[in-house]
């Protein structure tokens, strides 16, 4: 019972995972300002590495684990850059 009521909820989180990540790419693409498609970025990183933790979860296998720190070390760097090209219009100075 316990296991049958844990892979669905797995099977159930993917699938609004996967509606998330749907979301957030409309965002990036009609997002009026670059801001918007900022946060869309943001938002669509944060969801593929929880997505990669739920495949994880699902497999027993750690190397999704480590595929989800990697994208969420890039997408915060990649995240802060970003914000602060926007803010003075260049990451280096």
């Known amino acids: 019972m316990s296991a049958a009521l844990l892979a669905s909820a797995v099977l159930l989180a993917q699938l609004l995972l996967v509606a998330a990540m749907g979301c957030a790419a409309m965002r990036l693409l009609i997002g009026p300002r670059a801001q918007d498609r900022v946060l869309a970025l ?29 994208i969420t070390l890039i997408g915060f760097v990649a995240t802060a850059a970003l914000s602060k090209f926007l803010m003075r219009g260049e990451v280096i100075e």
């Open 42 to 70: 943001d938002a669509l990183y944060v969801v593929a590495a929880m997505l990669l933790l739920v495949f994880g979860m699902r497999t027993g296998s750690p190397h999704y684990f480590e595929a989800a720190l990697l």
